[in-house]
């Protein structure tokens, strides 16, 4: 019998984007929840290049980086597909994917935990990048169409950790008034069944991003 | 059928070579356009909005970008021959990483320019490598393609930061040596020396020059 298993952290979006995919191809598994400040040995074995979660472990052949475990997950699992079948859609796919992790989230984190000059610097690129994905989503229910997708996966962030941290630092960049597709998408998104069911719960992350805060306004 | 393809590129690109290279290895017929980087063309900020970079492959007319993205494309499209990535999702994934890893470190060590770093990336990837003639085994791959564009850089590297990357990561050496026997890499890759030569006129030029 298939032995799958994998090592995230609950408030990681990294580690709900593969845990996103094994369940839309309902793909049992064994989760392992890691402590970050203290990481298992086990982990530090199966990705001694970056020592991070999220790792898939398969038969027991580790597999690490999400996107590349997204696709894994794609290719040795039948169901409904991750990634679309058309090599010039596919491209397009992963050319997304990639944008929001190299583009997007660097400075949309950056401009949460900023201040002054950071800030702005921050939210001055990360409103730029949104344009771009604000303007590929124009008259799409998901990314990836009429179903969710590899690049509506890789916006869990955007869709969801993101909106919360907003709110909490008073950052206003993902408005309505700027950004309706992205908005509207971000609505869907998290109606979605399957995507409410891998989002950590809201309360949670609140009080890791009002912990934040705090740590940085501490007294040193 | 007419298949047009076409390559925006820059000649001493790493991430150019690798799409010549992949495009070689699958046989295929494509023009090549040379940008003038400090003035870009309509055709590249037309057929790449997102990021106005090279390589950018065209076929009939529809843009791919970033150069991983291209080879596997390329890969996918023309799957009939010459594989560049193994069929096994385990070891297609594994070459993913290691094509990413390249990446990550490369644009990490373009900010930081540490000898240092560059040397423990090379030990890390003397160590995926182990034994092996290729990063994926037997037959030239998607990893090989990944990095073997960097070689045109070493001496570059070298000469900057007076260090011979032959002493310090021989495996790595001979690997590059065995990659440009192949004809679809030694006529993908430019001489070294008019890599460095390039690199020295853009110091003069951005006044890093001392």
Known sequence: MAEVKMFG???????????????LKGVEYEYIEEDLNNKSSLLLNYNPV??????????????????????????AWEGPDILPKDPYERAN?????????????????????????????????????????????????????????????????????FRIA?????????????????CKWAEEYCKCSFVKENLPPKDKLADIFKGIIQAQSAPK | MGEELILLNFWPSMFGARVRIALKEKGLNYEEKEEDLPNKSPLLLEMNPVHKKIPVLIHNGKPICESLIIVQYIDEMWNDKAPLLPSDPCAKAQARFWADYIDQKKSKEEAEEGKKELIEIFKVLEGALEEKPYFGGEAFGYVDIALIGFYMWFHTYETCGNFSIEAECPKIIAWAKRCLERETVSKSIHDPNKVYDLAMSFRKKFGLES
């Open chain 1, 9 to 23: 952290a609950w408030g990681s979006p990294f580690s709900k984007r593969v845990e996103m995919g094994l369940k």
């Open chain 1, 50 to 75: 970056h020592k991070k979660v999220p790792v898939l472990v398969h038969n027991g052949k580790p597999i690490a980086e999400s996107l590349i475990i997204l696709e894994y997950i794609d290719e």
């Open chain 1, 93 to 161: 796919a992963r050319f997304w994917a990639k944008f929001i992790d190299e583009k997007c989230m660097p400075p949309m984190w950056k401009a949460c935990w900023s201040i002054g000059e950071e800030r702005a610097k921050a939210k001055e690129e990360a409103s730029e990048a949104l344009k771009f994905l604000e303007n590929e989503i124009n008259g799409q229910k998901f990314f990836g169409g009429d179903t969710i997708g590899l690049v509506d996966i890789a916006a869990n962030f955007i869709g969801y950790w």
């Open chain 1, 166 to 182: 907003e709110e909490i630092v008073g950052l206003e960049l993902m408005t309505q008034d700027k950004y309706p597709n992205l």
